[in-house]
Antibody, heavy 113, light 112 residues
């Protein structure tokens, strides 16, 4: 059974940094592209970042370019999202997703003073 | 970015009746390999999204056959043949060919 478990969400002040993690199990992690999707409270879904199977290609939505970095560690079957210079508009539930198919339960990030 | 436009945004349906959601993309979603990268997701209240349909019309494992997808190029439709109580939630279309991948605004299905 595919499992994706996110962690690392928190309440932080504007300008702070945060690192989200997603621990994957139940599939061969190194053979799937992975993504982070977010959903602001009461709003729709927004694709944040994507990383190829081997980490060689990464894509970001414009609003996070230069602030967020997606990475993966196949030895730990884990996906990460390093978020710097956080803004109020980054407040959302962040989901880890496997190749457009399987989703985690999400982790909440709140940016507020 | 490719804009995905869904209609309607709110869909009240009587139990047992059909429902239909339209999704239109601002660019063709046909990939060079001939596949069309249009997906449908369901998000039930308080839950994570779940993929229902991939590549326009292919149902994911475990998805009831009352759900069907159709369309081509830039115009797509998700149909539910007979709505059940468990179908309440928000439905999103998504394009998976251009970066960033983009979602429609969501269609909220509720029972009348």
């Amino acid at each position: 059974e595919v499992q994706l478990v996110e962690s690392g969400g928190a309440l932080v002040q504007p300008g702070a940094s945060l690192r989200l993690s997603c621990e994957a199990s139940g599939f061969s992690f190194s053979t799937y592209w992975m993504s982070w999707i977010r959903q602001a409270p009461g709003k729709g879904l927004e694709w944040v970042a994507h990383i190829k199977e081997d980490g060689s290609e990464k894509y970001y939505v414009d609003s996070v370019k230069g602030r967020f970095t997606i990475s993966r560690d196949s030895a730990k079957n884990s996906l990460y999202l390093q978020m710097n210079s956080l803004r109020a508009e980054d407040t959302a539930v962040y989901y880890c997703m496997r190749q457009g198919q399987d989703w985690g339960q999400g982790t909440m990030v709140t940016v507020s003073s | 970015d490719v804009v995905m436009t869904q209609s309607p945004l709110s869909l009240p349906v009587t139990l047992g009746q059909p429902a239909s959601i339209s999704c239109r993309s601002s660019q063709s979603l046909v990939k060079s390999d001939g596949t069309t990268r249009l997906y449908w997701f369901q998000q039930r209240p308080g839950q994570s999204p779940r993929r229902l349909i991939y590549w326009v019309s292919n149902r994911d494992s475990g998805v009831p056959d009352r759900f069907s997808g159709s369309g081509s190029g830039t115009d797509f439709t998700l149909k539910i043949s007979r709505v059940e109580a468990e179908d309440v939630g928000v439905y999103y279309c998504m394009q998976g060919i251009y970066w960033p991948h983009t979602f429609g605004q969501g269609t909220k299905l509720e029972i009348k």
